[in-house]
């Protein structure tokens, strides 16, 4: 379900942003849209997070380490606080 987001511009950048959304072949909305939706993806963390953990798993198994190594040296870094 699309729901509706209402905010102020003036009119002169207004107008740009329609001409140029339009020059692309796209309506003022949906330009709108799809840079909310950019914005969200290149800022969402958990995104970024998920993100991290695979390069993270991925740099581990390269290195021959397993789930029971990384769960001991945890241990061993929370025990040494």
Do not use: C, H, P, Q
């Amino acid at each position: 379900m699309e729901d509706k987001v209402i905010f102020r511009i003036d009119k002169e950048s207004k107008d740009k942003f329609y001409n140029i959304a339009r020059s692309e072949g796209k309506t003022g909305s949906f330009k709108i849209r799809e840079l909310i939706a950019s914005y969200v993806a290149e800022n969402d963390l958990s995104v970024i997070i998920d993100d991290l953990w695979d390069r993270i798993s991925e740099k581990i198994s390269l290195k021959g380490f397993e789930i029971k190594d990384i769960e001991k040296t945890i241990k061993e870094i929370r025990s040494s606080r």
